[in-house]
C-alpha cells in the first residue's frame, strides 16, 4: 500500500538522547514525547510497582518547579499532559501551542536532569496508587483479569507481574530503591524524545540541545532478558467476584510486537471481536444471545504478546457453554477459511485506521518513540502497513492455528461470589 509518507529527521544528541523531529504545519500546535526503555517487566522481584510509580512521581515537583505546579504552569500556558508505562515501556507527553514549544521543553526536561522525589512525594504518590487499584482493581468489575490472568500465562519473566505492582512491594519502596531505578533507567542513552507538530526544525534542534543535553549519563544497566517457561498444557481457573453476570476470558501468547505473524493476531483480533459486525458478536451476542458483551483484544509486547478474548455472558449461560461455542467458531475458521468478503472488510479498517492515526501528531510522536525504542525502527511508521497486506488468507489461518491451541492457553471462569 501507498500512503503519503510522514518526513522526519533523526538526531543524536553527544550524552546519547536520540530525537526525531516531524514538521506538520496543519494547525499551530506541538507534541511532545519522552520515552524511556524501561517497563514493570524490568523491575527486580520484591519491588514491583517502581515503573508506574516513577510515572506519578514526575508530576510531582522536580530541581525548578515546586511540587504540584507542573499541571498548573502546563496549562495556563494552553497546554495538556499525560502519560502511561506498560511493561516495556515509560511515556510521558505534552501537546502545547506551538509559541510556547521552548517552555514545554524547559517543563519537561527539568525532570529527568536529576533525581529530586522526596520523602513526602513518595508517600502522596503510594497512596495515590493505592487508590488507583482500589479503584480499577479491586473494586470493579472483573478489574483483577489482568493481574490473574498474567500470573497463569507468565511464569519466570517480568510479564507475570501486572504493571501496577503489587501494592505489599509498593509499600516498602524506599526513597533509595527509587533513586537507583531512576539512575539506571532515566538516562540520555536509554530514552528517545520527539517532537510532532508546527515547528521550525533547526531551531528545534537547538532548543533540545539547550534543555536536553543535562539528562543523566553512566554506565547503562543490563537487563535480564526474557527467559520463560513453554506453556503446554490448558490452565483452566475460576474467580468469585462481585459481579452479577458470569464472565470468560480467554488469554493466549503470541508472537512479539513487530514479528511477521504478530500481524497475522490483529487481522484474527479483528475479525473475531472487533465490534459489532465481528464474528463472535454477531454469534453470541445477536444471533445466539448468549453473551451481553465479547471482545478481542492484542497486546503487543517486546518479547511476547497475548491475544485475549473477554465475553460477560448473559444470566442464566455458563461460561464454559460460550467457551465451547468459540472453539467451535475457531475450529470453523480454521477448517474452512475466511471468505473474502470478511478478510477484506478488516484490511480496509485496519488501512483506514493507519491513515487516520497518521494525521495525529500525538500518535505521530508516541509511534516514533516506540518503533525506535522497541524495534530500533522508526521508518516502521511509514512500512509497518506492509506487514497487513503482504499476508494472504491461508498463511493467516496457518498461524493462527499454530498457536491459538487449546493447550496452549489460560481461560479464567469468572463467577458471583454470591451464587
Known sequence: MKFPEIKFEQHKLSNGLKIFLNRNTKIPMVSLHTMFHVGSKDEEDGKSGLAHLFEHLMFEGSPNIKSGQFDLLLHKRGGNSNAYTSWDVTSYHMTVPSNEIEFAFWLDSDRYTGFNVSEESLDIQKDVVHEEKMTYVDNAP?????????????????????????MNDVKNLSLSDLEIFFNNYYRADNSVVSVSG?????????????????????????KSGYNELELNSEIIDTIYDKITNPGLFIT??????????????????????????SELYKDLVYESQM???????????EEVSILSINAICNEGISPDSVLKRIDEKLEHIFNFGLTENIYSKVLNKIETQFYKSRNLINSVADRLCYYENILKKPDMINSEINNYFNLDKETLISVAKKYLQKNKRVVLYYLPENK
Request: include cysteine; glycine fraction near 10%; charge should be negative.
Open 142 to 166: 472483573y478489574g483483577s483479569v489482568e493481574d490473574e490472568v498474567s500470573k497463569r500465562l507468565f511464569f519466570n519473566s517480568g510479564y507475570k507481574r501486572p504493571v501496577i505492582g503489587d
Open 198 to 222: 508546527d515547528i521550525d526544525i533547526d531551531n528545534t534542534l537547538k532548543l533540545l540541545e539547550k534543555y536536553y543535553s543535562g539528562f543523566n549519563t553512566g554506565n547503562m544497566v543490563v
Open 252 to 277: 493466549y501468547r503470541i508472537p512479539k510486537v513487530g514479528d511477521k505473524d504478530y500481524y497475522v493476531f490483529k487481522i484474527i483480533s479483528n475479525i473475531l471481536g472487533d465490534g459489532e459486525s
Open 291 to 301: 453473551c451481553n458483551e465479547i471482545t478481542t483484544s492484542v497486546y503487543g509486547a
